[in-house]
């Protein structure tokens, strides 16, 4: 299976710098005003706003004019931001699995790790069976290996020594060489597959998520009978990091 490049999500960085524009506002910003103070461009400005307001970053008054939303008030208060981190994390993660009908996972590369640190699934949508665990397995998964490209080449050999590179499926890729070698070729802007090569019967796609100097991705899991349905996952995934990024960044 060949996935083309997705098209490029909309920045993290500016819409960080929408949002700061209009918390120097508190009496509201104008889409013009906006569209000055920022420099954006008006469809890329209006793409975003739509974005914004959608995930509760800003609302729009009466006039006309955006004022911050709730969920920046939120995540922005010292008072347990990080339950409302979580909260509005798996808010976006459980309407991007009902969107595109799979299982997804948000990961990060914390402490030389890979982990899962949340996901959504359900009934119709069953996670993958971690059969192996995550983090001896980089090296098979969507999830491992798009956290392993944000590293540098060092730190993906350091990774990789620690843990054997075990043959879980007949397509399981075991040479380091080999791996190194496709992570290091690997398009930024493609999401990374696993077709099979951790769980016979499951095909995943992940997209990296930069998060200031944090590594993250956020993946999705389906059926291989579903594989058809992947590369439209995927530009969902891509589609939606941007509102992930923003709420790991603020």
């Known amino acids: 299976m060949r996935i083309e490049p997705t098209a490029p999500y909309h920045s993290a960085q500016d819409a960080l710098r929408v949002l700061e ?9 104008t889409d013009t005003e906006l569209a000055r103070r920022t420099g954006l461009g008006a469809e890329r400005l209006t793409a975003l706003l739509r974005m ?22 939120r995540l922005t208060s010292a008072h347990d931001r990080e339950r409302a981190l979580r909260d509005k994390l798996q808010h976006t993660l459980d309407r991007l699995r009902d969107s ?10 914390l402490d030389g790790e890979v982990r899962v ?20 397995s980089a090296h098979a998964t969507a999830v491992g290996k798009s956290l392993l490209t944000q590293l540098d080449h060092n730190a993906r050999r350091e990774h990789l020594s620690r843990y054997k590179m075990a043959r879980l499926t007949s397509r399981t890729i075991t040479s380091d060489k080999l791996l190194l070698s496709r992570l290091e070729s690997q398009p930024a802007t493609v999401p990374v597959l696993d077709l099979q090569e951790y769980a016979v019967g499951t095909v995943c796609a992940a997209v990296p998520l930069t998060a200031g100097s944090s590594v993250g991705c956020l993946a999705v899991s389906l059926p291989v009978e579903h594989a058809h349905r992947l590369k439209r996952a995927a530009e969902a995934l891509n589609r939606s990091a941007t509102p992930v990024v923003l709420s790991l960044t603020i």
Do not use: K, M
Not at 21 to 29: I, K
Not at 53 to 71: I, K, P, S
């Open 21 to 29: 524009t209009v918390a120097r506002h508190p009496a509201g910003a």
């Open 52 to 73: 914004l307001r959608r995930e509760g970053y800003v609302e729009q008054v009466g006039d006309g004019a955006y004022v911050t939303g709730d969920t920046l008030r």
């Open 100 to 109: 595109v009908g799979a299982a997804v996972y948000l990961s990060r590369y």
């Open 117 to 136: 640190t949340q996901y959504a699934a359900g009934p119709t949508t069953p996670a993958v069976n971690e059969w192996v665990d995550f983090r001896c």
